[in-house]
């Protein structure tokens, strides 16, 4: 009778135990913040030379990351898709991607992280289709910094990669 009573015990307890466990909830698809990509400047779909000062996708030349990160930002992949397609059309345009970090760290761990953030970047050129003979990536890890604030608002604009054509055509 002792072991009957223990093992009912111990069936109601995983069942009590289980039916207040809480389910998990699928978290919902977040909203698609990526805006459009931008068609090229003519109607033909073809970019012209003049545009990367005047298309306001090819305007945009800097990538931002989060703290101690190098995957790019969802909001980033149309200007990246922008970028891509003005090379293709360009195969003679040239571009440095200047990686960047902000002030905390060693300057050995800088200067890595913005060579990692300068390859995730030039890694989703090429797969949107920019040839890997185009793109340069150089690191300045926390030697440039945009804002020299000591605070979340100014690491948050250092921590960046900036897309800088050398040969525009």
Known sequence: MNNTFR???????VA???ACAKKAVKPSEPADTTPAVSQPADNAGRYQVGDLDTDACL???VVYFDLDRTEIKPEF????????????QFPNA???LEGHADERG??????GLGERRGMAVQSALSGAGASGGQLNVVSYGEER???RGHDESAWSKNRRVEIVYTTAN
């Open 94 to 96: 040239r571009v440095t």
């Open 145 to 147: 910094p945009v804002d």
């Open 7 to 13: 093992i009912l015990c111990s069936v109601l307890l």
């Open 16 to 18: 009590g135990v289980a």
């Open 59 to 61: 305007r945009q030349r």
């Open 106 to 111: 060693t300057r050995e761990y800088n200067l």
């Open 77 to 88: 992949n149309a200007q990246i898709s922008c970028h891509a397609e003005y090379m293709r």
